[in-house]
């Protein structure tokens, strides 16, 4: 279910359109440019953005910038799945993830709020924050 969708004019996305790879993606993106009071820009990573994991290299799908109540502004990476459980996932996905969450978290300008959600689980926002600490 790949396709190319027009973002709306005016809207948070930093393209004029979003490429998706699957229905999750495309609804992920709507929920993101209908939270224009906390999403102030975001953008489907390309492929050629990698990070390397010992399991194989692996491409976020979205980086955010997210203003939090006006108060702290946070930069987001988030990877869209069909299940918010790792262990729903096939293992070589969920390794990739877990080594994801490590990588951005050693940012050497300082951590990257990183996480994977589903559209309907929106941003995760407060359970990236607990999930930083595993």
Same mark, same amino acid.
């Given at each position: ?6 973002? =709306?004019?005016?809207?948070?996305? @930093?393209?004029d359109h979003v490429i998706y790879d699957s229905h999750v993606e495309r609804d992920f993106a709507k929920k ?5 009071? &906390? !999403?102030?820009?975001?953008?489907? @990573?390309? $492929?050629?953005?990698? !990070? $390397? ?11 955010? +910038? ?7 502004? @946070?930069?987001? +990476? ?7 459980? @790792?262990?729903d996932l096939e293992w070589d996905e969920a390794m990739r993830i877990r080594f994801?969450?490590? &990588?951005?978290? *050693?940012? =050497?300008?300082?951590? !990257? ?10 941003? $995760? ?5 607990? *999930?930083?600490?595993?």
């Amino acid at each position: 279910s790949q396709g190319v969708v027009e973002a =709306p004019a005016g809207g948070s996305n @930093l393209f004029d359109h979003v490429i998706y790879d699957s229905h999750v993606e495309r609804d992920f993106a709507k929920k993101l440019e209908n939270n224009a009071d &906390h !999403v102030k820009m975001f953008t489907k @990573l390309p $492929r050629r953005f990698k !990070v $390397r994991t010992p399991v194989g290299e692996y491409s976020p799908d979205w980086a955010i +910038v997210y203003d939090d109540d006006g108060q702290e502004r @946070l930069y987001l +990476v988030r990877e869209t799945k069909s299940t918010t459980k @790792l262990d729903d996932l096939e293992w070589d996905e969920a390794m990739r993830i877990r080594f994801a969450r490590r &990588h951005f978290a *050693a940012a =050497p300008i300082g951590k !990257v709020d990183y996480y994977f959600t589903t559209a309907e689980a929106d941003l $995760r926002i407060e359970e990236s924050e607990e *999930a930083s600490t595993d």
